[in-house]
């Protein structure tokens, strides 16, 4: 709730990055070389931080992903994701890029989680790439099925509240079994995921809920 906040406290300098992509890149490198400081020094302790003052980054990093999906929607951004070139580039890396994600996940995740750099670069290089690579997939076809288009449009408008309410919701739905228990994994990402969905658009019946969920 604490980097939520923040979020909303630094969202006018977010829209102005969007104008001034050269001094945003400046910007986010110094702040990955501060963060590499706090890796070699390491002035917090995760033991001791009520606050979870040590996941910082991701007040940064969040802003940096609103900032890449704003200017997807930009003249200049549709005209990038529509190039014949880019499109099939797109749909290659979408398979290499989730057999590494696979591979990163089982093997490196839990030894780069404790030192701040190496997992920032690392999981959200992998998140971002295939983000990237399955929106522009996704922009180019063309959906004809009207169930299918129905569900998108529903889901559409929510997706910002998902990813803010979503932990609420895993840890509300863990509480009921055994989530460590094999055969409900896939299910409790999916019970999440339908669950956090109907909560958000629940709460973009009412103006003043909307704004807490949505830009």
């Not at 001034?20 to 995760?46: Q, R």
Request: charged fraction near 10%.
């Amino acid at each position: 709730m604490l980097t939520i906040g923040i979020i909303y406290i630094i969202y006018p300098l977010i829209i102005k990055a969007i104008h001034n992509i050269k001094m945003t890149l400046a910007f986010f490198t110094s702040l990955l070389a501060v963060i590499f400081l706090f890796d070699i020094f390491s002035p917090l302790d995760m033991r001791d931080d009520p606050l979870f003052i040590h996941s910082y980054s991701f007040i940064w990093v969040w802003g940096g992903y609103y900032i890449v999906g704003r200017m997807l929607g930009t003249d200049a951004g549709r005209l990038f994701t529509h190039q014949p070139g880019i499109i099939l580039l797109a749909r290659m890396m979408v398979v290499p890029v989730g057999i590494s994600m696979f591979f990163y996940e089982r093997f490196l995740s839990t030894h780069t989680q404790n030192i701040v750099t190496p997992w920032l670069i690392l999981e959200h290089l992998h998140l971002l790439t295939m983000c990237l690579a399955l929106f522009i997939v996704f922009e180019n076809i063309t959906i004809k099925n009207k169930i299918i288009t129905y569900v998108v449009e529903f889901i559409g408008p929510a997706m910002i509240g998902v990813y803010i309410v979503h932990y609420s919701v895993f840890y509300f739905i863990s509480t009921l079994y055994d989530f460590n228990y094999v055969n409900l994994k896939f299910v409790l990402l999916v019970l999440v995921f339908i669950a956090s969905v109907l909560l958000c658009r629940l709460l973009l019946l009412n103006r003043f809920t909307a704004r807490i969920i949505s830009f």
